[in-house]
């Protein structure tokens, strides 16, 4: 009797574990069949406002957006060399080629005959000086860029121009980037020479008074 009651219950156990095991199965069929009968979703398209898209930039605006940055550059490395050095540069001119030749012509034909120190006034006096300096400009150190207009032939309306070497025109801008190695040269040269004037004065004056420390009263 005890047999069959072991016996019934094994079987009773048997038949439960098949029933859990197929139960996850019948359950994964019938997702499977309803996820069929799904109508399927149609994917949309990733898209953007065309609106919102800037048009591509022409080769004119790409270099002309270098020089920019070029000139910023130098601006900033201008303004850190006059912070440490405590000194503006001279004017740096941007003559042209013709107007640089006139000038030199009109400079040696001063210093061969003095006579012709009219022809070399004349020539100054007729051109429009254009140059570039590191000067404070509204309290700031930066790169200016100056236009005095000519002596002779300007008109009533015709005034002086100081302007931030990155709002001058685009012309001015690239003569400046050619000659920028030539300015930094000289400004530097320029200091250079303006701290060892002003060594030597200090020295000259530390041995004055090494001498005067030896001064006998009798």
Same mark, same amino acid.
């Given at each position: 009797? /005890?047999?069959?009651?072991?016996?019934?219950?094994?079987? @009773?156990? $048997?038949?439960?574990? &098949?029933?859990?095991?197929?139960?996850?199965?019948?359950? !994964?069929?019938?997702?499977? !069949?309803?996820?069929?009968?799904? %109508?399927?979703?149609?994917?949309? +398209?990733?898209?953007?406002?065309?609106?919102?898209?800037? +048009?591509?930039? $022409?080769?004119? &605006?790409?270099?002309?957006? /270098?020089?920019?940055?070029?000139?910023?550059?130098?601006?900033?490395?201008?303004?850190?060399?006059?912070?440490?050095?405590? =000194?503006? $540069?001279?004017?740096?001119?941007?003559?042209?080629?013709?107007?640089?030749? =006139?000038?030199?012509?009109?400079?040696?034909?001063?210093?061969?005959?003095?006579?012709? !120190?009219?022809?070399?006034?004349? #020539?100054?006096? !007729?051109?429009?000086?254009?140059?570039? /300096?590191?000067?404070? @400009?509204?309290?700031?150190?930066?790169?200016?860029?100056?236009?005095? %207009?000519?002596?002779?032939?300007?008109?009533?309306?015709?005034?002086?121009?100081? #302007? %931030?070497?990155?709002?001058?025109?685009?012309?001015?801008?690239?003569?400046?980037?050619?000659?920028? &190695?030539?300015?930094?040269?000289?400004? =530097?040269?320029?200091?250079?020479?303006?701290?060892?004037? $002003?060594?030597?004065?200090?020295?000259? /004056?530390?041995?004055?008074?090494?001498?005067?420390?030896?001064?006998?009263?009798?």
């Amino acid at each position: 009797m /005890a047999i069959n009651l072991r016996a019934r219950q094994a079987v @009773l156990h $048997s038949v439960t574990s &098949e029933q859990e095991a197929s139960a996850p199965k019948a359950r !994964s069929e019938m997702d499977w !069949s309803e996820a069929e009968k799904r %109508p399927e979703v149609a994917k949309q +398209p990733l898209a953007f406002p065309s609106n919102l898209i800037q +048009p591509p930039k $022409s080769q004119v &605006e790409s270099y002309v957006e /270098a020089i920019d940055d070029r000139i910023f550059q130098l601006n900033q490395k201008a303004a850190q060399l006059a912070l440490r050095f405590g =000194l503006p $540069s001279a004017p740096f001119s941007l003559l042209s080629d013709n107007e640089q030749a =006139l000038f030199e012509e009109a400079a040696q034909a001063l210093k061969l005959n003095p006579e012709s !120190s009219l022809f070399a006034a004349f #020539v100054q006096s !007729s051109l429009v000086r254009e140059y570039v /300096a590191l000067e404070k @400009l509204q309290g700031t150190w930066r790169l200016v860029f100056h236009r005095e %207009p000519a002596v002779l032939g300007a008109g009533a309306s015709a005034q002086p121009v100081a #302007v %931030p070497l990155a709002e001058a025109a685009l012309e001015v801008r690239r003569r400046f980037l050619h000659a920028s &190695e030539h300015f930094f040269r000289a400004y =530097l040269g320029a200091c250079r020479a303006h701290l060892q004037e $002003s060594r030597s004065a200090i020295d000259a /004056a530390d041995a004055t008074l090494a001498i005067l420390e030896d001064v006998a009263f009798d």
